[in-house]
T-cell receptor, first 111, second 113 residues
Framework: SQELEQSPQSLIVQEGKNLTINCTSS?????LYWYKQKYGEGLIFLMM?????EEKSHEKITAKLDEKKQQSSLHITASQPSHAGIYLC???????????FGSGTKLNVKP | DSGVTQTPKHLITATGQRVTLRCSPR?????VYWYQQSLDQGLQFLIQ???????AKGNILERFSAQQFPDLHSELNLSSLELGDSALYFC????????????FGQGTRLTVV
């Protein structure tokens, strides 16, 4: 959706390298969700960031919410082939009345 | 616009009732997925259908059921509704059963009162 823009659209990295995916909102964020989709599977919930400049980590994945920029970044440290998939950000802007997804970032990690 | 259509957009119903949510996948997509998103959780995978047959099952309650029809649209039936069933229900579709991306509808917001 245009309300949520993700960049880059696709990414190929060598195993062991760090990478960052960004998600920018056109509106004030109320809650920002990160998901991962493995091919052939449904979405996997990674983490949720709430208003307030929150930062969360899950294994080697860290996500931050910059409310001033209305942007969230997802950072993967020492990437592994198991990190490959499509990363989606999602957001709701008005107390859960609507929920939108970004267009996704395809990540491939070369062994 | 993802090409996936969900109806209705909003639904308010009382506890104990039964509702049906409908999903029309993108043209050409054979797989349909259903997800539930509640306020305190991320998306929860419920069930997947591929070309009319159940393919995978996630955290779907026994009170919930789904089916995919010959025209590939799908319905999610929720019965004996409880307050805790209030959530956004998403449908997604993809071309194949694996190695494909899924495209999501905008969701049906269910409120149980």
């Amino acid at each position: 959706s245009q309300e949520l823009e993700q960049s880059p659209q696709s990414l190929i990295v060598q195993e062991g390298k760090n990478l960052t995916i960004n998600c920018t909102s056109s509106k004030t964020l109320y809650g920002l969700y990160w998901y991962k989709q493995k091919y052939g599977e449904g979405l996997i919930f990674l983490m949720m960031l709430q208003k307030g400049g929150e930062e969360k980590s899950h294994e080697k994945i860290t996500a931050k919410l910059d409310e001033k920029k209305q942007q969230s970044s997802l950072h993967i440290t020492a990437s592994q082939p198991s990190h490959a998939g499509i990363y989606l950000c999602g957001a709701d802007w008005n107390n859960f009345n609507k929920f939108y997804f970004g267009s996704g970032t395809k990540l491939n990690v070369k062994p | 616009d993802s090409g996936v259509t969900q109806t209705p957009k909003h639904l308010i119903t009382a506890t104990g009732q039964r509702v049906t949510l409908r999903c029309s996948p993108r043209s050409g997509d054979l797989s349909v997925y259903w997800y539930q998103q509640s306020l305190d959780q991320g998306l929860q995978f419920l069930i997947q259908y591929y070309n009319g047959e159940e393919r995978a099952k996630g955290n779907i309650l026994e009170r919930f059921s789904a089916q995919q029809f010959p025209d590939l649209h799908s319905e999610l039936n929720l019965s004996s509704l409880e307050l805790g069933d209030s959530a956004l229900y998403f449908c997604a579709s993809s071309v194949g059963v694996s190695n494909t991306e899924a495209f999501f509808g905008q969701g049906t917001r269910l409120t149980v009162v």
